[in-house]
């Protein structure tokens, strides 16, 4: 609630659908503004995300999937090849598409081809803290896309948050840096505030670097002649 | 968003062009100094604001251009094909209402080109006729590829618009790049210099573009014909269709051409004039809008122009270019689309281009890539 986030993911793996009302964490997100955005977390490929999605769709009410496919269990890295193939065919079903990706300007292009309805390229790796490592494809990626862009994973302070937002992202995602603070509450009002601030930097537009003096040689002087 | 249309709906061109003349010297320090230019800043570099900036863009221009291109000069020719045309242009030496002798190539007549362009060095011909659609159709195009395919590493057209499937038709014949310029994005104008024949249909090829990134088209032409409306507004709508294009059609590539209206017979008078410092100020403006969009200047402008202008951010030029059907060897006296202004062979132009330490490029593609 002190993040004053609007839209929050759970793992469909870790909620009880049957009988949701008393699940530890959906019963507190359920009477609240917050939207749930259910993820994929878990799944190993296309086909078992486009299952896991459908079976969000029916038990929580909502078309939007968060789609999560990493085979690898140790760094949880998402799989590009099948992300595309599950967007493609989610798209098709008429699901609200967030995949977890690469910061890969290509993939990015191929999913808004596929339709997804946004992207979200990773910072840093999950759960790392590590921040914006991949900060000058994410410019390429924001500069480039026909989509909103979320910044998903290695967000490990409010100042990485606000860089993502000053650079021109459109929300990030954070959990790791909230959850495992000595002050969650704190953290979260602090990540509300850095948000703020880096997209108001954004809309503001960022004062720019000195310009080059000018060279001794003029290229122009033929105009003249 | 479907097509450009859409885009282009949402603008008006008095205030775009009013926007325009309001910018200040300061937008165009702050142009100058992004770190990405927006279309907001391109109306800077364009606006009469900039002119005492000129040399800054031109030493800009010139380090894009360096950081992305390198020192080349990517050389092409034009092979008139046909000057048929049921259009009335009335700016173009083609057009239906100019009493001439029109002529269409034979597949000898072709061939009998073809030779004296190899001989000049060139591996990249561009395909040029007016629009014909009895005589000089698909099927025509689609012999003409066939035979003249072996003999060029890369074909590019600046025919009639097409539909999709057409284009479609065409690229397995090694079609590789399309020009289309679009003359004017002023709407009222536009009709008043089309009055007759399909290019007066102002929506088509407004859209021709949008069919041609459905067409997976490796690289496409955009540009406006400089003298028929205000320049700076014509090539703010060139910029945002570019910009429009560049991220719905992100596999192709782009050009621009800003040819100035030259004279030709029977025709009339530019409305609006480009000078020099002006066409300088453009080019400039769009490289630093655009780092990666290929910019190419033709024998339209004068010897010295061009000498000095291979450095400023061009990355493409012509030379040796005739601009009428036969005009290489076949029928040299035939209606030509418009007077050159430099007359320079394709050797002299590379002497130049070398002179300055750059390399001119005759081969930059090859027919195996196009499937």
């Known amino acids: 609630m002190a993040s004053g986030s609007e839209l929050v993911t759970v793992a469909l793996k870790r909620v009880d659908l049957k009988s949701n009302?008393?699940?530890?964490?959906?019963?507190?997100l359920k009477h609240t503004h917050i939207n749930l955005l259910p993820n994929t977390s878990g799944v190993r490929n296309a086909r078992e995300a486009v299952f896991a999605a459908q079976l969000a769709r029916e038990a929580l009410e909502t078309n939007w999937i968060k789609l999560e496919i990493h085979p690898d269990p140790k760094y949880l890295m998402p799989d590009p090849i099948e992300t595309l193939k599950a967007t493609e065919e989610l798209a098709k079903l008429g699901f609200i598409v967030l995949p977890y990706i690469h910061a890969d300007p290509v993939l990015c292009k191929r999913l808004e081809d596929a339709g997804t309805s946004a992207v979200m390229p990773l910072g840093s790796p999950i759960g790392s803290n590590l921040g914006l490592k991949t900060i000058d494809f994410l410019q390429i990626i924001i500069d480039q896309s026909s989509?909103?862009?979320?910044?998903?994973?290695?967000?490990?302070?409010?100042?990485?948050?606000?860089?993502?937002?000053?650079?021109?992202?459109?929300?990030?995602?954070?959990?790791?840096?909230?959850?495992?603070?000595?002050?969650p509450v704190r953290m979260a009002a602090a990540f509300k505030m850095a948000v703020e601030a880096g997209r108001m930097a954004f809309e503001a537009k960022l004062a720019t670097t000195a310009t080059h003096a000018v060279a001794s040689s003029p290229l122009t002087s033929f105009l003249d002649e | 968003m479907n097509s450009f249309s859409d885009v282009f709906q949402s603008y008006d061109w008095d205030k775009t062009?009013?926007?325009?003349?309001?910018?200040?010297?300061?937008?165009?320090?702050?142009?100058?100094?992004?770190?990405?230019?927006?279309?907001?800043?391109?109306?800077?570099?364009?606006?009469?604001?900039?002119?005492?900036?000129?040399e800054q863009m031109a030493q800009l221009s010139q380090q894009l251009t360096l950081k992305r291109f390198g020192k080349v000069i990517q050389?092409?020719?034009?092979?008139?094909?046909?000057?048929?045309?049921?259009?009335?242009?009335?700016?173009?030496?083609?057009?239906?209402?100019?009493?001439?002798?029109?002529?269409?190539?034979?597949?000898?007549?072709?061939?009998?080109?073809?030779?004296?362009?190899?001989?000049?060095?060139y591996d990249h011909v561009l395909l040029v006729t007016g629009e014909a659609n009895q005589t000089v159709h698909v099927d025509y195009f689609k012999k003409v590829l066939e035979l003249i395919r072996p003999h060029f590493?890369?074909?590019?057209?600046?025919?009639?618009?097409?539909?999709?499937?057409e284009y479609q038709e065409l690229t397995p014949y090694g079609l590789n790049t399309v020009l289309v310029y679009k003359?004017?994005?002023?709407?009222?104008?536009?009709?008043?210099?089309?009055?007759?024949?399909?290019?007066?249909n102002f929506q088509y090829r407004l859209e021709t573009p949008d069919r041609l990134g459905q067409a997976g088209i490796h690289k496409m032409g955009l540009g406006v014909l400089i003298g028929l409306e205000d320049w700076r507004t014509d090539s703010f709508f060139t910029a945002l269709h570019l910009n429009y294009l560049e991220k719905k059609y992100w596999q192709s590539k782009y050009s621009l051409s800003f040819p100035r209206l030259r004279p030709f017979s029977g025709g009339l008078e530019p409305k609006v004039e480009m000078n020099d410092r002006e066409l300088v100020q453009l080019i400039c403006a769009y490289?630093?809008?655009n780092e990666e969009v290929e910019l190419s200047i033709s024998t339209r402008e004068s010897p010295n122009f061009r000498n000095n202008i291979v450095k400023l951010g061009i990355t493409a030029m012509s030379a040796g270019s005739k601009t009428n059907p036969g005009g290489y060897i076949v029928e040299p006296e035939s209606l030509e689309q418009f007077e050159i202004s430099d007359e320079r062979t394709p050797t002299e132009i590379a002497h130049v281009i070398r002179a300055q330490g750059y390399e001119p490029v005759w081969k930059d593609w090859d027919s195996c890539l196009t499937q």
């Open chain 2, 287 to 289: 490289r630093i809008f």
């Open chain 1, 21 to 28: 009302d008393t699940d530890d964490i959906l019963s507190h």
């Open chain 1, 147 to 183: 989509v909103p862009v979320v910044v998903d994973a290695g967000i490990g302070s409010p100042s990485d948050a606000a860089k993502a937002m000053e650079i021109g992202a459109d929300a990030v995602l954070v959990n790791t840096a909230i959850a495992v603070s000595s002050n």
């Open chain 2, 75 to 121: 050389m092409y020719v034009p092979l008139y094909l046909s000057n048929e045309c049921n259009n009335i242009c009335t700016y173009c030496g083609f057009s239906y209402d100019n009493k001439l002798r029109r002529k269409t190539l034979s597949p000898i007549e072709i061939m009998q080109e073809v030779a004296v362009i190899k001989d000049m060095g």
């Open chain 2, 153 to 165: 590493a890369h074909i590019s057209m600046e025919v009639q618009p097409l539909d999709l499937e």
């Open chain 2, 17 to 54: 062009r009013q926007s325009i003349y309001a910018k200040t010297g300061d937008d165009v320090l702050k142009a100058l100094s992004a770190r990405k230019r927006t279309l907001e800043d391109f109306k800077a570099l364009v606006s009469p604001a900039a002119m005492p900036y000129l």
């Open chain 2, 183 to 200: 003359e004017t994005y002023h709407q009222d104008d536009y009709k008043k210099h089309h009055p007759k024949g399909k290019k007066s």
